[in-house]
């Protein structure tokens, strides 16, 4: 059974010029309270943001693997986010990890072709201003999705 990445159930839009991402769980928007957010959106222009929360919201089967927390589409751009709340301990690879899982089964079960523009993004709140490894971090990620990898506590809508 193919998996709707655009079930209405979990979907949330703004066009706020700043706000959150929290992972309550499911994830979804915060416009007060920025010292819980997991991630800040950065959005100058307002354009219309669309949240759809995946991680526990979404049907997808457990032996589908781990799933990232959401995704947010605006204009051609489509981007997967993962937030995490830890200070040690692998989480930047498990979290590409999960945003490779995701990607895999958005691909094989939704329409990528309006999306021009291809992300996924790390925020981790205990470690808002890590560095993930090297380039080859990056490079596998991007040669295994398509996607671009952003690790930041800040997503800046462009």
């Given at each position: ?51 759809r929360a995946v991680d526990h919201c979404l049907d997808i089967p457990r ?37 490779i899982n995701t990607i895999t089964l958005f691909k094989r079960d939704a ?13 981790n709140k205990q470690r808002p201003n890590f560095k993930a490894g090297n ?24």
């Amino acid at each position: 059974m193919a998996i709707d990445f655009f079930a209405a159930k979990c979907k949330a839009a703004t066009t706020e010029k700043i706000f959150g991402i929290y992972d309550v769980p499911p994830a979804e928007l915060r416009f007060d309270n920025a010292h819980v957010w997991h991630l800040w959106v950065d959005n100058p222009g307002g354009v219309e943001i669309t949240l759809r929360a995946v991680d526990h919201c979404l049907d997808i089967p457990r032996a589908e693997g781990e799933r990232c927390e959401a995704m947010i589409t605006y204009n051609n751009v489509l981007v997967f986010i993962e937030l995490k709340d830890r200070d040690g301990g692998r989480w930047a690879g498990k979290s590409r990890d999960q945003l490779i899982n995701t990607i895999t089964l958005f691909k094989r079960d939704a329409d990528i072709t309006p999306f021009k523009r291809l992300y996924g993004h790390i925020a981790n709140k205990q470690r808002p201003n890590f560095k993930a490894g090297n380039k080859t971090f990056y490079q596998e990620f991007e040669d295994k999705t398509g996607f671009i990898l952003r690790v930041s506590e800040i997503l800046k809508i462009e």
